[in-house]
């Protein structure tokens, strides 16, 4: 009988979703451009299998007792919290606290609103709300228990260790890495008494990289097992770090515990890219002349074949017409001499970019390396940056991974003097669970502040119940919810319960996580059942940049709250880039009062199946945002190998609130696989100001207005 009449509100809703369309016609001034679609509506979020239906009864049996259980603990903590932090007004971890607190608040709604519509999409949805809820609980515990021994708080008296005592020296010359290695002894031997750490002024050079301790990883400043420990600069203007090793890692802070780095610049004594003014082009050949910058690296060194370069106009603004040009590996840079040079580029693959390189501006080539950030959270819980600024990155300039709950506050990024560039990548690459606030991040060549889950490909079943896949740190632990994902379509196969610790495993050749579920799906497709080898990272990168195709590909998993619940971006400004300022591929993400300028995408709400990031965030808040003079605007995609958009609608539950859109290049919102979504008082300024919305349904939209006047949501030509 429940399954029947869940089938019925099902088709009812489609049926709904069938009559809307897109959205209403408008009353106001019309957008002066738009592109609709006539494809049917998108399929459900979760499919509809029996036992997705039968798992939907049974979280409609159980989801209400348990939100009430969620309401009491955060009821009980909420006043713990508040005598906490009442003497520490200023502390981000006080901030951080007041806004997932917000978050969280609005996340009860969310589920009340899902359990209330009752059909299985939305049953699963609030099942992971639910799970959600209790992260949250998690996260305002860890906060209580770590403040005590913080540095930061007024009621500690830190130790105090001087980094010169031990060595460490700020003369640009001599290398500080024994040096550090004896000063964060002395502090480990605090046995975890809260400790700050000060760095003397100067530039602190790095001459030489080796294994971190803690991580394995090769570095040149490390920063190993600290518990409670502040180490900082006299000021980001006065203590620069210096890596002296070009193909290194810059910094590891590894499995680190309440800590934080403050007060200090970052930067390569090597430029990591070449760049120089373009005097010529010639958009037919594909090629230009460039007066290369002295102060950067030649573009006719070794490691630049086949790079993908961006521009950047007179005034130091990104050009979106001509980002995504990529240099041709048979061509390389050829000398002219008199420091000009002529540079080559790929017609054949990867888009005509090539043809929009135009004199007078110019051309950035970064000599990218993903595995060199400028400084890098690993493996730890409560790592802070704070007031770290970074001139200059062989990938992305901060980032976290296997890292629980990091914080980027007050932190910089900006080309050093002379250049046009500042970072290779990525400004803030980590995982859910990020704090990112008060920072201004200008010139990088890809995203600024990338939040996202990471998943893997099923490589297959055992005994009905268990699940190989690769992982390559740890995995979730009994009773953590996971979400399976299938690539093609889109659609979510279902949330699954660890029933039991998983075991690390042989299977032919290959070392992989054997994870038990309480139960799962029918039908999951894995490298196994499809006969399938494994999907090298070279096929992920034809995916992506070669337009190669797969027929079959294994079904995704995803722990989505693993690293942590609740990201915030909040207070931050991000200009000229290439890429997204804010690419959103986590559930409950508050991104608010934040400046968006000269940026090809301002913000995304995503998954990236290709790269198996995501999944799509669910129940995101985007308010006060000013995005202007961005290529697109506003983009919510989940994106399936080739690019295409799903076929299902997974991203729900979001709230778009006092925005304001100035001047999109492109279009000012571009909405695809978004559902039970509210627009509310945002404003659209510009002529034309396109939108795009297919393959999404029951969006609202209240007080919006375009150019001054009241727009409902409607698109011209239905």
Not at 22 to 44: D, H, I, K, T
Not at 538 to 550: A, E, Y
Not at 553 to 573: F, H, K, N
């Amino acid at each position: 009988m429940m399954q029947n009449q869940t089938m019925k509100t099902t088709k009812t809703k489609i049926a709904v979703l069938l009559a809307l369309g897109v959205v209403c016609r408008s009353a106001g001034e019309q957008p002066a451009a738009a592109r609709l679609e006539s494809a049917p509506s998108p399929l459900s979020a979760y499919a509809e299998t029996p036992w997705l239906l039968s798992r939907a009864e049974e979280i409609a049996r159980t989801a209400p007792g348990a939100l009430a259980e969620a309401r009491r603990g955060l009821d009980a903590i909420r006043p713990e919290l508040a005598a906490a932090f009442a003497t520490a007004p200023g502390s981000v971890e006080r901030e951080r606290v007041e806004k997932r607190l917000e978050i969280a608040d609005d996340l009860f709604r969310f589920v009340e609103r899902k359990l209330a519509a009752s059909d299985p999409s939305s049953l699963q949805f609030a099942e992971r709300g639910v799970e959600d809820l209790r992260l949250f609980l998690d996260y305002f515990r860890e906060e209580l228990e770590l403040w005590p021994s913080n540095p930061d708080n007024p009621a500690v008296t830190p130790v105090v260790v001087n980094a010169a005592d031990y060595g460490v020296t700020g003369d640009g010359k001599t290398c500080n890495v024994d040096a550090f290695a004896q000063c964060f002894d002395a502090v480990r031997a605090l046995g975890g008494a809260p400790c700050v750490v000060k760095l003397p002024a100067g530039d602190i050079f790095f001459g030489k990289s080796g294994k971190s301790a803690a991580t394995g990883l090769d570095t040149q400043f490390s920063m190993p097992w600290l518990t409670n420990v502040v180490v900082e600069g006299v000021s980001p203007e006065a203590t620069r770090f210096r890596y002296g090793v070009y193909d290194s890692r810059g910094g590891v802070i590894g499995n680190c515990s309440n800590v934080k780095l403050r007060n200090v610049e970052l930067a390569w004594c090597e430029t990591p890219f070449a760049e120089g003014w373009v005097e010529e082009a010639d958009p037919v050949e594909g090629t230009c002349v460039i007066k290369a910058n002295p102060r950067a690296k030649r573009p006719d060194e070794p490691c630049f074949k086949g790079n993908l370069t961006c521009q950047f106009d007179a005034d130091g603004r990104i050009c979106f017409d001509s980002s995504y040009a990529w240099l041709d590996p048979k061509r390389p840079p050829v000398d002219l001499g008199d420091g000009r040079f002529k540079i080559s580029f790929e017609r054949e693959k990867r888009g005509d970019s090539w043809k929009s390189v135009k004199a007078g501006r110019t051309l950035c080539i970064p000599n990218r390396n993903n595995n060199y950030h400028g400084m890098h959270m690993v493996g730890g819980r409560f790592v802070t940056l704070d007031s770290v600024w970074c001139r200059n990155s062989r990938a992305g300039a901060f980032s976290s991974s296997w890292s629980h709950q990091t914080t980027c506050v007050r932190c910089r990024i900006f080309p050093q003097d002379g250049c046009v560039l500042s970072t290779c990548a990525d400004g803030y690459y980590t995982a859910s669970g990020s704090y990112f606030a008060h920072c201004d991040f200008t010139r990088m060549h890809d995203d600024g502040n990338n939040a996202h889950s990471g998943g893997a490909h099923l490589e297959a079943v055992e005994d009905g119940n268990a699940l190989l896949y690769q992982w390559r740190v740890r995995g979730p632990k009994a009773g953590d919810l996971m979400l399976l994902v299938r690539p093609f379509s889109g659609q979510f196969l279902g949330n699954v319960r660890v029933r039991e610790a998983p075991a690390i495993v042989e299977r032919g050749g290959k070392r992989l996580l054997r994870v038990v579920f309480e139960s799962l799906p029918e039908g999951l497709e894995t490298i196994a059942s499809l006969g399938m080898e494994s999907l090298t990272a070279q096929d992920q990168q034809d995916i992506l940049f070669n337009g190669k195709r797969f027929d079959r590909m294994p079904d995704q998993i995803y722990v989505p709250g693993l690293w942590g619940v609740g990201s915030v971006a909040t207070d931050c400004r991000v200009s000229s880039l290439r890429g997204t300022a804010f690419p959103s591929q986590v559930p409950n993400e508050l991104i608010e009062s934040n400046t968006v300028e000269n940026v090809s995408l301002g913000i995304r709400l995503c998954g990236l199946v290709q790269w198996m990031e995501g999944p799509p965030p669910y129940h995101a808040i985007v308010r006060g945002n000013t995005i202007r003079d961005c290529g697109d605007a506003i983009l919510s995609k989940f994106e399936m190998p080739g690019h295409a958009a799903a076929a299902a609608a997974p991203i729900t539950g979001c709230r778009f609130e006092g925005n304001r859109i100035e001047n999109p290049a492109r279009t000012a919102m571009q909405l695809f696989n978004l559902s039970d979504s509210d627009f509310i008082g945002n404003a659209f300024e510009g002529d034309p100001c396109r939108f795009e919305i297919r393959k999404c349904g029951d969006l609202r939209f209240e007080g919006n207005t375009h150019n001054g006047k009241p727009w409902d949501g409607a698109v011209p030509g239905r």
